[in-house]
């Protein structure tokens, strides 16, 4: 009975795995032109017309740039793939939110932006970066092991830095800007937590396999060429665009 609950097991967490490296990367490939922090037409109205100071329809938005946000949903990813305390992935995790909003609230405060198909072909880097990580790549090739939680932050400013060029291009009103953006914040941390809730989750049963190994290096490859892909279509935008 435990063989044929083991195998059932393996076999449900592989089909989950397989399916949900299916579902980002048909994601990825069907944002074609589209740039990774992209804002929805009807969103994009409403940040437009509003006024003043809306908290909750602004932590709705930052909630909802965040799960679907595929790209922070990879590098998420990447990042707690190895990570088998809660206190590691906590300090990861918040390494990687103090950057994202760090660039985030400045970028838009202070109003500076970054052509927006540079920043998401860095942040496709990213998600490249942290696939090789995990496979081990830069010990094998230069002999060290980069600061991984400088990596992380650093990282997280260039997430922050995509958001905040897309947001200052709908020109938000300066009518209790600040309280708004504090809210979207707040929304993209309550995004976070969800995403990392279920990553976490399906890792859970997923390192329980005694395939994890073998099928976590077939994973981070795929993390890898989704990466970049990100990378490719953003270059490429970039040079159409100008």
């Given at each position: 009975m435990n063989t044929v609950h083991r195998g059932w097991t393996d076999s449900g967490m592989r089909r989950i795995v397989i399916l949900s490296f299916i579902a980002l990367s048909a994601l990825v490939l069907s944002a074609g032109h589209a740039l990774a922090h992209n804002v929805t037409e009807g969103d994009a109205g409403y940040i437009q017309e509003i006024w003043g100071v809306n908290i909750i329809p602004f932590m709705y938005l930052g909630a909802k740039h965040m799960v679907t946000?595929?790209?922070?949903?990879l590098f998420l990813l990447g990042v707690v793939f190895f990570l088998y305390k809660m206190k590691d992935v906590g300090i990861y995790v918040s390494l990687f939110a103090i950057g994202h909003?760090?660039?985030?609230?400045?970028?838009?405060?202070?109003?500076?932006?970054?052509?927006?198909?540079?920043?998401?072909?860095?942040i496709g880097l990213s998600v490249v970066y942290k696939a090789l990580d995990n496979l081990g790549a830069y010990q094998r090739w230069f002999?060290?092991?980069?600061?991984t939680k400088a990596a992380t932050l650093i990282f997280g400013f260039f997430h922050g830095t995509g958001l905040a060029t897309k947001i200052l291009d709908y020109e938000?009103?300066?009518d209790g800007l600040l309280a708004n953006l504090l809210a979207f914040n707040v929304g993209v941390e309550l995004g976070q937590l969800l995403a990392l809730a279920v990553i976490l989750i399906v890792m859970g049963y997923w390192r329980k396999s005694p395939n994890f190994f073998r099928q976590a290096y077939t994973?981070?490859?795929?993390?890898?060429?989704?990466?970049?892909?990100?990378?490719?279509?953003?270059?490429?935008?970039?040079?159409?665009a100008t």
């Open positions: 946000g595929y790209d922070h949903i909003s760090t660039t985030m609230l400045a970028g838009v405060w202070f109003g500076w932006g970054i052509n927006a198909y540079i920043i998401d072909a860095i002999g060290v092991q980069p600061n938000i009103a300066s994973a981070n490859v795929i993390m890898m060429s989704m990466g970049f892909i990100l990378m490719g279509l953003q270059i490429t935008g970039y040079f159409v």
